[in-house]
């Protein structure tokens, strides 16, 4: 999809402006280039590929906020901030961004707003989009960390096999890191270890 006929509709038009001075230079073209590869698999598994554009370019609106701004915008969903979040306040930039586009921007789509809450760690029960959106996060090209082994062997895998995949591949950064790990994503996980 050319991102720069997309962002010709005004609203879309005001929120890339958002992103642009709230964004760095080279977060904005990572939103960019997950905005393209999420309209990508969109196409692969017969899901709106506008749609998916969108959500891939909005994932990181918040990603760039301070501690103080991701714990109050999260905090807004309702759901509890925990120690593992402020240890790691990075892991709030989903949920701050999904607040921010419903509060700032009226966006009421709650696909969207699950898929950018989530896609920082997964969780189980993820719907089509919010997967698109996790994968893509993970593989867009301007990714340095994603070798050509890696994206071969994601090659004829249904979507949940490429969360799958993505998954562990976090999970095993995590490990070597000695990081802690979220329990949504050993969730995720374990529902996509016992799925039929």
């Known amino acids: 999809m050319n991102s720069a006929v997309f962002t010709d509709d005004p609203f879309v038009a005001k929120i890339d402006s958002y992103l642009k001075s709230h964004l760095s230079p080279m977060r904005y073209e990572h939103s960019l280039s997950t905005a393209d590869t999420s309209s990508a698999l969109a196409a692969m598994f ?5 749609r998916a554009f969108f959500t891939g370019l909005v994932h990181d609106i918040a990603r760039e906020y301070s501690k103080e701004e991701l714990v109050e915008w999260a905090a807004k969903d309702g759901r509890p901030v925990r120690e593992l979040d402020l240890a790691s306040p990075v892991l709030l ?3 701050a961004g999904a607040m921010v586009l419903k509060e700032k921007f009226g966006i009421q ?3 969207l707003l699950d898929a950018l809450s989530s ?3 997964g969780n189980a029960g993820m719907k089509t989009l919010a997967k698109i ?5 993970y593989i ?3 990714r340095k960390h994603i070798t050509p082994e890696f994206i071969s062997s994601l090659e004829g895998l249904d979507l949940d096999g490429k969360v799958y995949a993505v998954l562990m591949g976090t999970l095993n950064h995590l490990a070597d890191k000695g990081k802690s790990v979220a329990p949504e994503a050993l969730e995720l996980k374990q529902e996509l270890e016992h799925a039929e």
């Open 140 to 142: 867009e090209p301007k």
């Open 93 to 95: 930039h989903g949920r």
């Open 119 to 121: 896609h920082t760690t």
């Open 109 to 111: 789509d709650q696909d």
């Open 46 to 50: 017969g899901y709106d590929q506008k």
């Open 133 to 137: 959106l996790f994968v893509a996060d």
